[in-house]
């Protein structure tokens, strides 16, 4: 699994988002994708970016690219 590192996006920082990741099968972000964010207020978000991070679970899977949005 290879990982894309981008920005938010004007809608994430508007919601409070602080970390977002998407297993995707391509490079860019698409609706069958598997999105997951943290917001500003998590109570466990820096566990939660961790875990996140550590997409090597997904490795056999069809998604090929995890990306992250900060």
């Not at 919601?15 to 997951?36: A, N, P, W, Y």
């Amino acid at each position: 699994m290879r990982k894309i590192y981008k920005k938010l996006t004007d809608e994430q920082r508007q919601r409070k988002v602080i970390f977002s990741s998407c297993l995707s099968v391509s490079t860019i972000e698409q609706s069958d994708g598997i999105r997951h964010e943290v917001l500003n207020d998590d109570s466990d978000g820096n566990e939660t970016i961790q875990r996140l991070l550590n997409d090597s679970f997904f490795n056999k899977s069809p998604f090929k690219f995890n990306i992250i949005r900060q």
